[in-house]
């Protein structure tokens, strides 16, 4: 996605609330404001923590939603106000670094264990953690309210605004969700970013240079927990609380879903999975049948990877490659993993 069209896309998104206002009766527009365009940011931030390690570091992770779980039931447990009151007293401005920093070490535990594995070995041992992580929770009473969960946690009031106002919540998902692909475009770029891409490319090559394999690796898992947990803290207070089933495996597989529908070949694929996601969700009892939802984004899954293996990004890219007038002399685009 060039720097154009990203600006364009951000622009449009901010002024999205305004726009719906004036073509949709305010009730609607308040609903596609909350309901589609905030869900589809605050999973795309999820989403985007596992293309962020499939992009550019090869590793597709099935454990990040339960990364983004960890950080959302370390901010319910700390937080007051929130039922039961298990810890409870801290103020969101101390709770929410907690709950990231407890993402972010999850992650480095979680590649320090799936260091040496890959393709299907990493993602079964991602999975396993994942599902050991809710089977726990859903077991343990004393710190995570068993199959309940931990409800009532609403975010705290900004500039006397409450955060759950759908206007407030809309920006600062969009805010984040801007500043964290940002982040990773830049992250890219560095000497870091760099030795990650050899080392999805050709590992030993890398070693041979002096660079260890394994602490980057493991590094790239850190800052993808850290990516989760920002998207775990605003979903657990877009969903007022969270559970067990919030993180099982139908949430994980959904991750993976939307990053794959938008295109694991561009961070930008994680926003626009979500999006289609969060689309066919909300409006799949009109459209089919909603105890039927999973078979009728099984359909759209099958017939965009069949399409598109690159998913939407990857067709859009190709489209615009076919647009584009070919120049005598003009070098073949780079890889995309390679563009950021």
């Known amino acids: 996605m060039s720097a154009r069209l990203s600006l364009l896309a951000l622009a449009l998104l901010v002024l999205a609330p305004a726009l719906l206002g004036l073509v949709l009766p305010p009730n609607q527009a308040q609903f596609w404001t909350a309901n589609i365009l905030g869900r589809a940011l605050v999973y795309g931030i999820v989403a985007l923590s596992l293309t962020f390690l499939a992009t550019y570091g090869g590793f597709v992770s099935l454990a990040q939603m339960t990364l983004a779980g960890i950080a959302g039931y370390a901010l319910a447990i700390l937080v007051e106000g929130a039922v039961p009151g298990i810890v409870g007293g801290l103020p969101y401005a ?27 070995y990493l993602l079964m041992i991602t999975l396993a953690l994942a599902m050991g992580v809710a089977r726990f929770a859903e077991s343990n009473i004393d710190w995570f309210n068993g199959y309940e969960g931990i409800r009532n946690v609403v975010g705290p009031v900004l500039f006397g605004v409450p955060f759950r106002d759908p206007h407030l919540f809309y920006y600062v998902a969009l805010a984040a969700a801007a500043a964290l692909y940002a982040g990773v475009l830049y992250l890219v770029r560095t000497p870091f970013g760099l030795v990650l891409q050899g080392i999805r490319d050709n590992p030993r090559r890398v070693a041979a240079l002096g660079y260890d394999v394994s602490l980057h690796r493991i590094a790239a898992f850190g800052v993808a927990g850290f990516i989760a947990g920002c998207g775990g803290v605003l979903t657990t207070i877009y969903n007022i609380g969270i559970s067990p089933g919030s993180i099982g495996l139908g949430a994980s597989v959904n991750i993976l879903i939307i990053s794959v529908i938008g295109g694991l070949g ?23 049948d909603r105890d039927r939802f999973n078979t009728l984004i099984g359909l759209v899954f099958l017939g965009i990877v069949l399409a598109s293996p690159d998913g939407i990004v990857g067709l859009a890219r190709r489209l615009g490659g076919l647009r584009r007038p070919s120049r005598a002399g003009e070098q073949p685009a780079p890889r995309p993993a390679e563009t950021g």
């Not at 990231?100 to 480095?108: C, E, K, Q, V």
């Not at 561009?266 to 969700?281: E, K, M, N, T």
């Open 94 to 120: 101390a709770a929410v670094p907690a709950a990231l920093l407890a993402a972010t070490l999850a992650g480095l535990l979680v590649g320090a264990i799936a260091v040496r594995t890959r393709d299907i």
């Open 266 to 288: 561009h961070p930008a694929g994680a926003f626009v999975g979500s999006l289609i996601f969060a689309v066919f969700d909300t409006f799949a009892a009109s459209l089919y």
